[in-house]
């Protein structure tokens, strides 16, 4: 069993700057691959970035790369999604997802978190 849980969402101006945190608890979770998803009303929950425990093997979303930087803290079992520049179409509820090794964030396998609101206003 593997529990997520999403913090640091909020209200911000466009241009601004916002950290999301992912605590992440249960066996084995450090070899997940961890990522965030975010989802639009009216739209379906897309893909924004995804990396390692070990730092490796990060992949970001064309919509956010260059603006959105995701990390973790392995002692902490935190993972982390720092956005700057943001923009009014950022705004979403924001995901966190764990991935057990070998399977797809779209598995039943996967763990996701409750998410957490990023709202950028004009």
């Known amino acids: 069993q593997v529990q997520l849980v999403e913090s640091g969402g909020g209200l911000v101006q466009a241009g601004g700057s916002l950290r999301l945190s992912c605590g992440a608890s249960?066996?084995?979770?450090?070899?997940?691959?961890m990522g965030w998803f975010r989802q639009a009303p009216g739209k379906e929950r897309e893909f924004v970035a995804n990396?390692?425990?070990?730092?490796?093997?990060?992949v970001y979303a064309d919509s956010v790369k260059g603006r959105f930087t995701i990390s973790g803290d392995n002692a902490k079992n935190t993972v982390y999604l720092q956005m700057s520049s943001l923009k009014p179409e950022d705004t979403a509820v924001y995901y966190c997802?764990?991935?057990?090794?070998?399977?797809?964030?779209?598995?039943?396998?996967?763990?996701w978190g409750q998410g957490t609101q990023v709202i950028v206003s004009p």
């Open positions: 249960g066996r084995a979770v450090n070899t997940y691959t």
């Open positions: 997802v764990a991935r057990p090794p070998g399977s797809t964030f779209g598995s039943p396998s996967s763990y």
């Open positions: 990396m390692r425990w070990s730092g490796g093997d990060t």
